[in-house]
């Protein structure tokens, strides 16, 4: 997550990386500041690795529970299954199953509400990714151009 972090941040986006267990500090800050004439950046994206991945759709369903939306959510190989809320426009769900004895199989599903374009990709399977396990999956360049492309499309959309 750090390295495409960094790749944002040289593309002009404010970025935070940090530990998925302070999320809800994170979450907490984003809506304090939402209710700040300054507000929040927008378009609001979170993503998560692993337990990260976990994090990031509580993270995500927590702001929405406060009224806040999250623009883009992208998950990698969360540890548990999730449900994505309706305040949550965009879910890419990236996950491992059948590569290399990967057993992981975590979809992210709609929870009642959810309108958003939500798609779980099994990487597992895919013989150009072959080389993806849980362990590396965040790290895959091919997919950092992908969500970097995307959440840099969303944030030039406000700059216009």
Excluded: C
């Excluded at 976990?54 to 369903?61: Q, T």
């Excluded at 895959?140 to 840099?152: E, S, T, V, W």
């Amino acid at each position: 997550m750090d390295g495409m972090g960094t790749k944002m941040k040289a593309r002009g986006m404010n970025v935070k990386v940090f530990n998925h267990t302070s999320w809800q500090a994170h979450a907490n800050d984003i809506v304090a500041r939402s209710k700040e004439r300054s507000g929040i950046s927008k378009p609001l994206m979170i993503m998560g690795h692993s337990f990260g991945a976990d994090d990031g759709i509580k993270m995500a369903n927590y702001l929405g529970s406060r009224g806040i939306r999250v623009d883009y959510l992208v998950t990698f190989d969360a540890t548990t299954r999730g449900a994505v809320g309706a305040n949550i426009g965009r879910v890419r769900n990236f996950y491992v199953h059948g590569a290399d004895g990967a057993s992981s199989y975590r979809f992210v599903t709609a929870a009642p509400g959810f309108r958003g374009d939500l798609k779980n990709t099994n990487l597992g399977r895919d013989p150009k990714h072959n080389s993806v396990h849980h362990f590396n999956i965040e790290k895959n360049a091919a997919l950092h151009d992908d969500i970097i492309q995307r959440a840099y499309s969303m944030t030039s959309r406000l700059r216009r």
